[in-house]
């Protein structure tokens, strides 16, 4: 057994190579969701959440906008038939700075809320995923249900109710093209992210690995060096002591 304190045994991966299988518990998977890998890069759940969220945004502010857009420019010209400019291009731009407003203004309404449902609902539908390390129709329907029941929550329990439907009724289909891309990609988001895991794992054991056969290469060597040399030294202060004159032997008359 090693000594305490000590470093990992020879032939051991130290810890920072890691496994190559996921962890065990789906907390620890929620929490490997939320952190950076070693090439300090998020997990692809969740760039997909950040991405789907801003599609949403982008979606709901053209869904929004743009009706908004063309409704405020007809409006205006339509109030605007008393009023007097002073030449045309005065006339076609004060109709286009309404519409302008109605279009950031109703845009902006429909594009913040697009954008949280989309957020709230991926991410509770991915957690669902990653704690139980597989993707089912269930997830949708119940990242649907709390996202509609969210929303519809401060109109009252009917009304929440409500929503809860309606969002579960959009969840499993959502879900099922979800799941209909990655069957035709050919793996799942949790095997991509297995044999991604896999694979830097094979990599990075390879690399500590090469790195201990020059750690031990070198300390072979300095060894050897240090061997070769306590020798000579050695070999030296014999020759040295043989080079010493001899000590007279002592006379009769001393003894």
């Known amino acids: 057994m090693a000594a305490p304190g000590s ?3 020879l032939g051991s991966a130290p810890r920072h190579v890691g496994t ?11 929490r490997e969701l939320w952190h950076r890998d070693e090439l300090q890069q998020y997990p692809e759940e969740t760039l997909n959440i950040i991405k789907a969220t801003f599609s ?6 053209m869904y929004g906008g743009l009706p908004a857009f063309q409704h405020a420019k007809t409006q205006y010209i339509e109030r605007s038939q008393a009023e007097i400019f002073q030449n045309r291009l005065d006339a076609v731009q004060s109709a286009h700075r309404a519409a302008l407003r109605g279009f950031i203004r109703y845009g902006w309404r429909w594009s913040w809320r697009i954008a949280t449902f989309v957020a709230i609902f991926n991410t509770v539908s991915t957690g669902l995923s990653v704690y139980r390390n597989k993707t089912t129709f269930s997830h949708f329907a119940a990242a649907g249900a709390f996202t509609g029941g969210l929303f519809r929550m401060h109109l009252g329990l009917s009304k929440m ?3 809860s439907v309606l969002g579960a009724a959009f969840g499993i ?3 099922g093209l979800l799941m209909a891309v990655q069957k035709l990609a050919g793996e799942s988001i949790q095997e991509k992210r297995l044999r991604e895991r896999r694979l830097l794992h ?3 054991l390879a690399e500590w690995k090469a790195r201990l056969n020059v750690t031990e290469a070198d300390l ?3 060894v050897s060096n240090t061997q070769e040399g306590t020798m000579e030294r ?5 020759q040295e002591l043989l080079n010493l004159p001899k000590n007279p032997l002592p006379s009769k008359d001393e003894n």
Do not use: C, M, S
């Open 220 to 222: 072979k060597e300095i």
């Open 20 to 30: 190559a299988e996921p962890p065990d518990t789906g907390w620890e998977r929620l």
């Open 161 to 163: 109710a409500a929503g």
């Open 7 to 9: 470093g990992p045994e």
């Open 56 to 61: 949403g945004a982008v979606i709901g502010w």
């Open 173 to 175: 289909p959502a879900g």
């Open 234 to 238: 050695d070999i030296e202060k014999i």
């Open 202 to 204: 094979e990599q990075k």
